[in-house]
C-alpha cells in the first residue's frame, strides 16, 4: 500500500518505520528541514556543547515500545541502560538518596523508599500501602475525584507529596499535580512501577536521541524504499467522498497515495481540516511548557549524575560531566519571562542549592524554552483525547496525544505510530 505520512516527529516515524517493515511504500513530509519534532538534534555553532536534543529527555525502564523500536532499528546497544536507579534529592540543604540497588523487582522498588530518608517511618508505609493499592485497583473508579482529594484519601501527607509525588508526577505529566487526572495517573503508575517485571529505573540517554531513534529510523525508512521529504509543509488536504484525495505542501500536491498518517500535534493538525466537531476538538488542546538549560563549566561541581531539587523553580538536574542540563517544567510563568530573566533564576537557584556554584565557573549557557513541549494531562484534555478519532477512511491520526492511555511521551508516540501502522495492515486494508 502507498503510505503517506505526515509529521516526522517520533510518531511518524514509528508509523513509516513499521509500515516500511511490513512490505508498504511510505513517504514522510516534514515541515522542518531536519527530523526528530520535539526530539531533533540541536547544534550550538561556535560553542563547546556537543549535539544536544531539542530539550532535555529522560527514559524509563517501562518504555517498552520505545525499546523494542529501538532494537528493531539496532540502536539500542547504544542506549546503555543504567543498573539501578539513582537519584539524589536536595531539600534544605540536605541530601537523601533513592536508590534501588541491585535487587530484582519488586524488592529494588521496596528497598528504595526504604532507604529513602526524607520521609517518615509512617510516610513510608502509607506510601507502600497507596503502591500496592494502585496496583490492584480498577482505575475507571476516580475519574470523579482531583488528585489531591484521592492522595489525601490514601494517607499520602503534605511531606510526600511535595518531597516525592510532585518531582515524579512533574517528570510523567509535566502539569502541576492538582491538575493531574487521576484515571491517567492511576494507570501510569501500575505501568511504571507494576506492568514490567522489570526493576524500575529512570534516566537520561547518554546519546543525543537523534542517533538513538531519528537517525536509525529514517536509514531503515530509505534502505526500504521509503522517501523522506524534509522541508516540505502540508498546507492543505483536499478531501472528497470522505476520503482524503490530494496532499497539498508548500511545493507541490501529490495524490499518489492510498493512506495518510496525519502524526502532527493536535493544533498543527487543526489546521488542515475545514470547520467541524474535529477541527474545534482539535483545537481545544492545551499545553505544557518545558524549559530546559544547558550548562557548561568550566571545574565540574556536581557528584551526583541524577538530581531533583525539593521546593525550587528548577525541578531537574542531569549531570553529564563538564556539562549538565537544568530542567524547569510546566512553569507557565517561567517560560513566559525573557531569556535574561530565566537565566538569572537558573543561577540563582543553582546559588541557593549548591554553595560551591559561583557564575565565574560558567562557561555557557544554552536554553530552549519550548511552550509546546507537551499537552496538559488534566481529566479535560485526557476525555478530549478519547473524543478524537478520523471520520475520513483513509487518514489515521498518530502523536503523543492521541488515545494510547499513557501521557504525552516519547513512549506514547512510538506506541501511537505502532498503533496507526498496525491499523493500516490489520483493518484499512479490507476499507479500500
Ligand atoms: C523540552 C522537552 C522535554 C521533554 N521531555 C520528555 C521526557 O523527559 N520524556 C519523554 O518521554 N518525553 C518528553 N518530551 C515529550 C516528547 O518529546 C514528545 O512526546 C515526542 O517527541 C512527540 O513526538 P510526536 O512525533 O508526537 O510530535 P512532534 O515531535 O511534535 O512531531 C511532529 C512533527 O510534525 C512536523 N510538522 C508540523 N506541522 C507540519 C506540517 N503542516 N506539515 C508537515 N510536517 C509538520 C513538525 O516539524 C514535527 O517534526 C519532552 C518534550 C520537550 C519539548
Same mark, same amino acid.
Given at each position: 500500500?502507498?503510505?503517506?505520512?505526515?509529521?516526522?516527529?517520533?510518531?511518524?516515524?514509528?508509523?513509516?518505520?513499521?509500515?516500511?517493515?511490513?512490505?508498504?511504500?511510505?513517504?514522510?513530509?516534514?515541515?522542518?528541514?531536519?527530523?526528530?519534532?520535539?526530539?531533533?538534534?540541536?547544534?550550538?555553532?561556535?560553542?563547546?556543547?556537543?549535539?544536544?536534543?531539542?530539550?532535555?529527555?529522560?527514559?524509563?525502564?517501562?518504555?517498552?515500545?520505545?525499546?523494542?523500536?529501538?532494537?528493531?532499528?539496532?540502536?539500542?546497544?547504544?542506549?546503555?541502560?543504567?543498573?539501578?536507579?539513582?537519584?539524589?534529592?536536595?531539600?534544605?540543604?540536605?541530601?537523601?538518596?533513592?536508590?534501588?540497588?541491585?535487587?530484582?523487582?519488586?524488592?529494588?522498588?521496596?528497598?528504595?523508599?526504604?532507604?529513602?530518608?526524607?520521609?517518615?517511618?509512617?510516610?513510608?508505609?502509607?506510601?507502600?500501602?497507596?503502591?500496592?493499592?494502585?496496583?490492584?485497583?480498577?482505575?475507571?473508579?476516580?475519574?470523579?475525584?482531583?488528585?489531591?482529594?484521592?492522595?489525601?484519601?490514601?494517607?499520602?501527607?503534605?511531606?510526600?507529596?511535595?518531597?516525592?509525588?510532585?518531582?515524579?508526577?512533574?517528570?510523567?505529566?509535566?502539569?502541576?499535580?492538582?491538575?493531574?487526572?487521576?484515571?491517567?495517573?492511576?494507570?501510569?503508575?501500575?505501568?511504571?512501577?507494576?506492568?514490567?517485571?522489570?526493576?524500575?529505573?529512570?534516566?537520561?540517554?547518554?546519546?543525543?536521541?537523534?542517533?538513538?531513534?531519528?537517525?536509525?529510523?529514517?536509514?531503515?525508512?530509505?534502505?526500504?524504499?521509503?522517501?523522506?521529504?524534509?522541508?516540505?509543509?502540508?498546507?492543505?488536504? =483536499? @478531501?472528497?467522498?470522505?476520503?482524503?484525495? #490530494?496532499?497539498?505542501? %508548500? +511545493?507541490?500536491?501529490?495524490?499518489?497515495? !492510498?493512506?495518510? &498518517?496525519?502524526?502532527?500535534?493536535?493544533?498543527?493538525?487543526?489546521?488542515?481540516?475545514?470547520?467541524?466537531?474535529?477541527?474545534?476538538?482539535?483545537?481545544?488542546?492545551?499545553?505544557?511548557?518545558?524549559?530546559?538549560?544547558?550548562?557548561?563549566?568550566?571545574?565540574?561541581?556536581?557528584?551526583?549524575?541524577?538530581?531533583?531539587?525539593?521546593?525550587?523553580?528548577?525541578?531537574?538536574?542531569?549531570?553529564?560531566?563538564?556539562?549538565?542540563?537544568?530542567?524547569?517544567?510546566?512553569?507557565?510563568?517561567?517560560?513566559?519571562?525573557?531569556?535574561?530573566?530565566?537565566?538569572?533564576?537558573?543561577?540563582?537557584?543553582?546559588?541557593?542549592?549548591?554553595?560551591?556554584? =559561583? @557564575?565565574?565557573?560558567?562557561?555557557?549557557? #544554552?536554553?530552549?524554552? %519550548? +511552550?509546546?513541549?507537551?499537552?496538559?494531562? !488534566?481529566?479535560? &484534555?485526557?476525555?478530549?483525547?478519547?473524543?478524537?478519532?478520523?471520520?475520513?477512511?483513509?487518514?489515521?491520526?498518530?502523536?503523543?496525544?492521541?488515545?494510547?492511555?499513557?501521557?504525552?511521551?516519547?513512549?506514547?508516540?512510538?506506541?501511537?505510530?505502532?498503533?496507526?501502522?498496525?491499523?493500516?495492515?490489520?483493518?484499512?486494508?479490507?476499507?479500500?
Amino acid at each position: 500500500m502507498r503510505c503517506a505520512v505526515i509529521g516526522g516527529g517520533i510518531a511518524g516515524l514509528s508509523a513509516a518505520v513499521y509500515l516500511s517493515d511490513a512490505g508498504n511504500n511510505v513517504t514522510i513530509f516534514e515541515s522542518a528541514g531536519t527530523a526528530g519534532g520535539r526530539i531533533k538534534p540541536v547544534n550550538f555553532p561556535g560553542s563547546d556543547f556537543p549535539t544536544l536534543d531539542y530539550g532535555q529527555h529522560a527514559l524509563a525502564t517501562a518504555y517498552k515500545y520505545t525499546f523494542r523500536l529501538m532494537k528493531k532499528l539496532g540502536s539500542y546497544e547504544l542506549l546503555k541502560v543504567p543498573n539501578r536507579l539513582d537519584i539524589t534529592f536536595i531539600k534544605d540543604g540536605e541530601r537523601a538518596k533513592f536508590t534501588t540497588g541491585y535487587l530484582p523487582y519488586p524488592f529494588d522498588l521496596l528497598l528504595g523508599i526504604m532507604g529513602f530518608k526524607f520521609i517518615s517511618g509512617k510516610e513510608r508505609r502509607s506510601l507502600i500501602k497507596f503502591l500496592l493499592f494502585i496496583k490492584n485497583s480498577d482505575e475507571s473508579f476516580y475519574t470523579s475525584t482531583d488528585l489531591l482529594t484521592f492522595f489525601s484519601k490514601h494517607n499520602q501527607s503534605d511531606n510526600l507529596i511535595t518531597t516525592f509525588w510532585d518531582k515524579v508526577i512533574l517528570s510523567i505529566f509535566n502539569t502541576p499535580t492538582i491538575d493531574v487526572d487521576p484515571q491517567l495517573f492511576v494507570s501510569t503508575m501500575r505501568k511504571l512501577f507494576f506492568d514490567k517485571k522489570d526493576n524500575f529505573i529512570v534516566f537520561p540517554p547518554r546519546r543525543p536521541l537523534s542517533e538513538l531513534l531519528i537517525s536509525p529510523a529514517l536509514d531503515f525508512i530509505t534502505s526500504h524504499g521509503g522517501n523522506v521529504r524534509l522541508s516540505e509543509r502540508v498546507v492543505n488536504l =483536499s @478531501i472528497s467522498e470522505n476520503n482524503i484525495k #490530494k496532499i497539498v505542501t %508548500e +511545493k507541490d500536491e501529490y495524490s499518489d497515495f !492510498d493512506i495518510v &498518517i496525519l502524526a502532527l500535534p493536535p493544533d498543527k493538525a487543526a489546521k488542515l481540516f475545514p470547520d467541524s466537531e474535529l477541527k474545534h476538538n482539535l483545537e481545544c488542546f492545551r499545553f505544557s511548557p518545558i524549559l530546559t538549560g544547558y550548562v557548561k563549566v568550566k571545574k565540574p561541581f556536581l557528584k551526583e549524575k541524577m538530581i531533583t531539587l525539593v521546593n525550587s523553580k528548577i525541578d531537574w538536574i542531569f549531570n553529564f560531566g563538564n556539562y549538565f542540563s537544568v530542567v524547569v517544567s510546566a512553569n507557565k510563568e517561567i517560560s513566559g519571562l525573557d531569556k535574561k530573566e530565566q537565566k538569572n533564576i537558573i543561577f540563582s537557584e543553582l546559588n541557593k542549592f549548591f554553595p560551591v556554584f =559561583s @557564575i565565574d565557573n560558567v562557561l555557557d549557557l #544554552k536554553l530552549i524554552n %519550548e +511552550k509546546k513541549s507537551t499537552i496538559m494531562s !488534566d481529566n479535560l &484534555i485526557n476525555r478530549l483525547r478519547d473524543k478524537i478519532y478520523s471520520p475520513y477512511t483513509n487518514l489515521i491520526f498518530a502523536g503523543d496525544w492521541t488515545n494510547t492511555d499513557l501521557p504525552a511521551t516519547i513512549e506514547s508516540a512510538v506506541l501511537s505510530g505502532k498503533n496507526a501502522a498496525w491499523r493500516v495492515e490489520n483493518s484499512l486494508k479490507l476499507w479500500t
